[in-house]
């Protein structure tokens, strides 16, 4: 077992202290079950890897003093549950961005008083979420089940979807609003695509599966400027004008929303995977 020395520089709560990390001489934020008790401001102290749950380094100044405030308004319990389900999250996926230690604390907080005051809240994402991602919703779960044993408070699924979105953002280094923003781009692609054909696609169905993944997988190369060639385009351009015409459509939209160019190469992948859907629904 390895012990570190640590200068306190504040005692955030029982569990939670702002310390320098004496070998590193880095600011560090730790979490552990009664690590601040009776500790004092400039104190030097000896903790092992056993006592601490959790550490991570300090942020800017601005976000450093968001973080502070948060600590200062929220039960050290939902301080601790949280650091646990981010251990989870960065067992399974590496590091995430340090901003989730204060998203996720805020957002599971606010969850449990709006529970607790008999408010519930829908999440209308909740099906593309966990197709979309899966592992992160998996942890969503788990974390609602820790929450619920731990703490008492039933969070129920939507809640699970909601952290899933966290995690997935602090994967991304992205705001927890960009990702909300690209799963209802996807939706509303998808709904382009019902009105132009004249269908339902039934969330149950792999036709959805498949098309959400392909549009995800579209959107994420426009995101990274990586072009890919279709050697296919001409003849896609000729032989399924319509497929084209809509995928043009859905590009123009993408555009109008990511101001992200679509190349026509991208346009006529996504031809082929309408032209795909008329097939499975028969449509001439």
Not at 42 to 66: G, M
Not at 139 to 165: Q, R
Request: charged share 30%; net charge negative.
């Amino acid at each position: 077992m390895r012990e570190k020395k640590y200068k306190v520089n504040k005692v955030l709560n029982n569990n939670v202290i702002l310390a320098i990390d004496v070998e590193k001489m880095q600011e560090i934020v730790l979490v552990g079950k009664g690590i601040g008790f009776a500790k004092k401001a400039n104190e030097l102290i000896t903790l092992s890897d056993k006592e601490i749950e959790k550490s991570f380094l300090n942020f800017d100044e601005s976000t450093k003093k968001e973080y502070l405030n948060l600590i200062n308004d929220i039960d050290d319990r939902i301080i601790l549950i949280c650091e646990k389900i981010i251990n989870i999250s960065e067992a399974a996926f590496g590091k995430l961005n340090n901003h989730i230690h204060i998203a996720l604390t805020d957002h599971i907080s606010f969850a449990m008083e709006r529970t607790n005051s008999g408010l519930e809240l829908s999440n209308p994402f909740l099906y593309e979420i966990k197709m979309l991602y899966p592992r992160e919703f998996e942890i969503g779960e788990l974390a609602i089940k820790m929450i619920k044993s731990e703490l008492g408070v039933d969070l129920k699924e939507v809640e699970a979807g909601f952290i899933a979105l966290h995690i997935h953002s602090a994967r991304q280094n992205k705001n927890v609003s960009e990702t909300i923003k690209n799963t209802k781009l996807l939706m509303d692609l998808i709904r382009l695509i019902e009105t132009e054909l004249d269908i339902t696609i039934g969330t149950y169905e792999l036709t959805y599966t498949r098309l959400i993944n392909h549009l995800r997988t579209s959107l994420n190369r426009m995101e990274e400027n990586k072009n890919i060639k279709n050697p296919l385009l001409n003849h896609i351009k000729e032989q399924f004008t319509q497929s084209f015409d809509i995928a043009y459509k859905i590009g123009k939209h993408i555009r109008d929303i990511k101001h992200i160019e679509v190349s026509e190469d991208e346009l006529g992948y996504l031809a082929l995977h309408i032209e795909r859907i008329k097939e499975i629904k028969n449509i001439n």
